[in-house]
């Protein structure tokens, strides 16, 4: 049974930083694709970040980009997201997402297995 595993939110700043962690279990990482998503309240469900776990090739938002890094620790079976100069608009639930095909894609309809979410609030 594949299990994702979200820790690392809470209440910041503006111009703060934190690191999400996804702790997944179940999975063979040679072979799969990463992502986290994020979605406010009465919104979309939107990319924010992916990492193929083979070859660490990533991806990003415009939006987050030079802001925002994915990462992992193969050690840990882990994947991170570092924040930094956060805005209040970056206020949303998170969710880390995995999927079997290690080919790059932003839509959440590609992803297999889902976290329960971690909610991040930055504060004005």
């Known amino acids: 049974q594949v299990q994702l595993v979200e820790s690392g939110g809470g209440l910041v700043q503006t111009g703060g930083s934190l690191r999400l962690s996804c702790e997944a279990s179940?999975?063979?990482?040679?072979?799969?694709?990463l992502a986290w998503f994020r979605q406010a309240p009465g919104g979309e469900r939107e990319f924010v970040a992916g990492?193929?776990?083979?070859?660490?090739?990533?991806a990003y938002a415009d939006s987050v980009k030079g802001r925002f890094t994915i990462s992992r620790d193969s050690a840990k079976n882990t994947v991170y997201l570092q924040m930094n100069t956060l805005k209040p608009e970056d206020t949303a639930t998170y969710y880390c997402?995995?999927?079997?095909?290690?080919?790059?894609?932003?839509?959440?309809?590609?992803?297999?297995?889902w976290g329960q979410g971690a909610q991040v609030t930055v504060s004005s």
């Open positions: 997402a995995a999927k079997i095909n290690p080919k790059v894609t932003t839509t959440q309809w590609a992803f297999n297995y």
């Open positions: 179940g999975l063979t990482f040679s072979s799969y694709y």
């Open positions: 990492i193929r776990w083979s070859d660490i090739i990533t």
